[in-house]
């Protein structure tokens, strides 16, 4: 969602902030703008549209060392000229860009009205702006104004401030929406995450809640309610951010093919001579917990699906919650219950959220997956674990997903510490390495289907839950209609959906649900239905449409899923849509 830079110093800030929202692209948007001070000058330019097009808005030659940069994704109305940001306060004073939401700016709104103020978009950044204005009509200071407008917003915010008379400082704040500062050497950064900042800073400071301040050429100023904070830096690998497309059209089917090397990387980083490394802490209380329950939304929701699974395996009691749902209702089924949190972004807001919540109960540990080092949910739970999956750009996860099940593999197999299993999942590499050279078959049954209205997957037990994932991919960049069935519901109600020529996608990779799906196939065809059947050679007959090698049931899915991204990326591909940035969506979901 919304994206944030924001630069001071040496460095020219028309080319780190057109750059930076460039690196911010895949979060989605659907408008771009930026602000830098010359002297006494605030210049802002905004385009509905792409970063592209507010590049050609903006004159090449403008020498400007201070600046901040958005890019919009709408939540308080919609997208157009007047709601892009930055957005200034009535006297000018004030100028700034938002992440965030927030949720009593109706009420601060009317109070403004009141008092004489004008708004010219619908959103609630522009209260903001205007009650930094009004903040700091009262105290005549830059850094109270932030404090106090911290205290009268509710809601999620990361800001980036210019304020009109100062055109060496940048002032920032951040709640609930993430925002890093990067240290370069005569020049600091702001930014939504590390991927705009990497080239340039060397070393990063996670921002935590309810903290303000300002950056300039030379310092850096942290406050948290009038109190000095001392900075905390970190690192980041810059391996790890690469977004170069390596020759690849897409950053998805890149991301699709780099699933081996991260499967590795995995490994690489867990397991040390043959003995697991997690953290032993972590292990332990796994170990001691009868009852683990995941939290997650989308795609981490199906991986978790697959973790249940697992730890059901080794006599656990789990559960898998939707972060939006357990925010609402949550639910503790034992006093030992530990909660695994399950995000890519790791800023999802919704499972923030859930986290939040239990970290006031005190009593039940959490442990947070997530691909982004310094992320909130990183940095929040009792424990947590990364993916080593090297930056996500397409806003459809695919490498994310399988990690986050490998991830989950390694993890049930630390707690009954089978040394086996590494071994197991790496060998799974020569099986994703054949999918890849078989590609070209996914491409020739996306033809098939790609005039398709609606789409079907079944699937049995760990096969129903790559179907849940694989419907989801098709119908996020395909825009394809798509519905996951276990085999065994289709009669009791989603048959009625069966025309002829309706595409449904079945998979078969375990014996013992073999006849069962066998069964549900044939109930499609009877209806006209087109069965595309992927399925293991044990389990093969005549006919069906791709075979796999037999394999570990378990590991299965790292395989099975591959094909699903493929189909998925292919039907978007031949229906000419937007592959990397499918409409509406957003990369990194912050808000709630
Ligand atoms: O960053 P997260 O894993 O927490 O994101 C959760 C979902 O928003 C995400 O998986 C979404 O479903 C993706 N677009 C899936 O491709």
């Given at each position: 969602?919304c994206?944030?830079?924001?630069?001071?110093?040496?460095?020219?800030?028309?080319n780190?902030?057109?750059?930076?929202?460039?690196?911010?692209?895949?979060?989605?948007y659907d408008?771009a703008?930026?602000?830098?001070?010359?002297?006494?000058?605030i210049?802002?330019?905004?385009?509905?549209?792409?970063?592209?097009?507010?590049?050609?808005?903006?004159?090449?030659l403008?020498?400007?060392n201070?600046?901040?940069?958005?890019?919009?994704w709408?939540?308080?109305?919609?997208?157009?000229?007047?709601n892009?940001?930055?957005?200034?306060?009535?006297?000018?004073?004030?100028?700034?860009?938002?992440?965030?939401v927030?949720?009593?700016?109706h009420?601060?709104?009317n109070?403004?009205?009141?008092?004489?103020?004008?708004?010219?978009?619908?959103?609630?950044?522009?209260?903001?702006?205007?009650?930094?204005?009004?903040e700091y009509?009262?105290?005549?200071?830059?850094?109270?104004?932030?404090?106090?407008?911290?205290?009268?917003?509710?809601?999620?915010?990361?800001?980036?401030i210019?304020?009109?008379?100062?055109?060496?400082?940048?002032f920032?704040?951040?709640?609930?929406?993430?925002?890093l500062?990067?240290?370069g050497e005569?020049?600091?950064?702001?930014?939504?995450?590390?991927?705009?900042?990497?080239?340039?800073?060397?070393?990063?400071?996670?921002?935590?809640?309810n903290?303000?301040?300002?950056?300039?050429?030379?310092?850096?100023?942290?406050?948290?309610d009038?109190?000095?904070?001392?900075?905390?830096?970190t690192t980041?690998?810059?391996?790890l951010?690469?977004t170069?497309l390596?020759?690849f059209?897409?950053y998805?089917?890149?991301?699709?093919?780099?699933?081996?090397s991260?499967?590795?990387?995995l490994?690489?980083?867990?397991?040390?001579?043959?003995?697991?490394?997690?953290?032993?802490?972590?292990?332990?209380?796994?170990?001691?917990?009868?009852?683990?329950?995941f939290i997650?939304?989308g795609?981490s929701y199906h991986?978790?699906l697959?973790?249940?699974?697992y730890?059901?395996?080794?006599?656990k009691?789990?559960?898998?919650?939707?972060a939006?749902?357990?925010?609402?209702?949550?639910?503790?089924?034992?006093?030992?219950?530990?909660f695994?949190?399950?995000?890519?972004?790791?800023?999802?807001?919704?499972?923030?959220?859930?986290?939040?919540i239990l970290?006031?109960?005190?009593t039940?540990?959490?442990?947070?997956?997530t691909?982004?080092?310094?992320?909130?949910?990183e940095?929040?739970?009792?424990?947590?674990?990364?993916?080593?999956?090297?930056?996500?750009?397409a806003?459809?996860?695919?490498?994310?997903?399988n990690?986050q099940?490998?991830?989950?593999?390694?993890?049930?197999?630390?707690i009954i510490?089978?040394?086996?299993?590494?071994?197991?999942?790496?060998?799974?590499?020569?099986l994703?390495?054949?999918?890849?050279?078989?590609?070209?078959s996914?491409?020739?049954?996306?033809?098939?289907?790609?005039?398709?209205?609606h789409a079907f997957?079944l699937?049995?037990g760990?096969?129903?839950?790559?179907?849940?994932?694989?419907?989801?991919?098709?119908?996020e960049?395909?825009?394809i209609?798509?519905?996951a069935?276990?085999?065994?519901?289709?009669k009791?109600?989603?048959?009625a959906l069966?025309?002829?020529?309706?595409?449904?996608?079945?998979f078969?990779t375990?014996?013992?649900?073999?006849?069962?799906m066998?069964?549900?196939?044939?109930e499609?065809?009877a209806?006209?239905?087109?069965?595309?059947?992927?399925v293991?050679?044990?389990?093969?007959?005549?006919n069906d449409?791709f075979?796999?090698?037999?394999?570990?049931?378990?590991?299965?899915v790292?395989?099975?899923?591959?094909?699903?991204?493929?189909?998925a990326?292919?039907a978007?591909?031949?229906?000419g849509?937007?592959i990397d940035?499918p409409?509406?969506?957003?990369?990194?979901?912050t808000?709630?």
């Open positions: 969602m994206g944030i830079v924001g630069i001071v110093g040496d460095y020219d800030a028309r780190y902030l057109i750059n930076g929202l460039k690196s911010l692209e895949y979060r989605g408008s703008g930026i602000s830098v001070m010359s002297g006494k000058e210049m802002t330019y905004r385009v509905v549209g792409r970063v592209n097009l507010l590049e050609t808005k903006i004159p090449s403008i020498n400007v201070l600046g901040i940069g958005h890019t919009r709408a939540t308080h109305g919609e997208p157009s000229f007047n892009c940001h930055p957005h200034k306060s009535n006297h000018g004073l004030f100028t700034i860009v938002h992440n965030g927030i949720e009593n700016f009420e601060i709104k109070e403004l009205i009141q008092k004489g103020y004008t708004f010219y978009s619908e959103t609630d950044t522009e209260v903001i702006a205007n009650v930094l204005e009004d009509g009262s105290t005549n200071d830059v850094l109270s104004a932030i404090n106090g407008c911290l205290k009268r917003l509710h809601g999620s915010l990361a800001i980036a210019i304020f009109k008379n100062f055109n060496d400082k940048l920032f704040a951040k709640r609930k929406s993430p925002l500062i990067g240290v005569t020049t600091h950064y702001l930014a939504s995450d590390a991927l705009p900042m990497i080239k340039y800073a060397k070393k990063f400071i996670d921002l935590t809640d903290q303000y301040g300002f950056i300039s050429k030379n310092e850096v100023k942290i406050f948290q009038g109190i000095k904070q001392r900075a905390k830096y980041r690998n810059a391996e951010l690469n170069d390596n020759g059209p897409h998805m089917i890149k991301e699709i093919e780099e699933i081996p991260c499967i590795s990387r490994v690489d980083n867990y397991v040390n001579n043959g003995s697991y490394c997690f953290n032993k802490e972590m292990i332990e209380t796994l170990r001691k917990s009868k009852c683990i329950s997650a939304c795609t991986a978790s697959i973790g249940k699974n730890l059901e395996s080794i006599g009691t789990s559960n898998v919650y939707i939006s749902e357990w925010a609402y209702f949550p639910k503790f089924l034992d006093e030992n219950e530990v695994i949190l399950v995000s890519q972004s790791g800023e999802t807001a919704d499972v923030i959220t859930c986290l939040k970290n006031q109960t005190h039940h540990p959490s442990i947070t997956i691909n982004t080092k310094g992320s909130t949910l940095r929040d739970a009792t424990y947590s674990a990364l993916l080593y999956a090297g930056v996500e750009i806003v459809a996860s695919t490498k994310a997903y990690a099940v490998a991830l989950l593999y390694l993890l049930k197999s630390a510490n089978d040394t086996n299993a590494p071994f197991k999942l790496l060998d799974t590499n020569n994703l390495t054949d999918i890849i050279k078989r590609k070209e996914f491409k020739e049954i996306a033809e098939k289907i790609k005039n398709a209205h997957f699937g049995r760990l096969d129903y839950c790559v179907a849940l994932e694989g419907s989801l991919k098709l119908k960049i395909s825009y209609h798509s519905e069935f276990p085999g065994g519901e289709l009791h109600g989603p048959i069966i025309e002829e020529n309706t595409p449904v996608f079945g078969i375990n014996k013992r649900i073999s006849q069962a066998r069964g549900n196939f044939s499609i065809t209806r006209k239905g087109t069965i595309y059947s992927f293991t050679k044990e389990n093969a007959i005549d449409t075979v796999i090698e037999n394999y570990d049931s378990e590991l299965i790292l395989a099975t899923v591959m094909i699903t991204q493929y189909l990326y292919y978007a591909l031949l229906r849509n937007d940035k409409r509406n969506l957003a990369k990194s979901v808000v709630e």
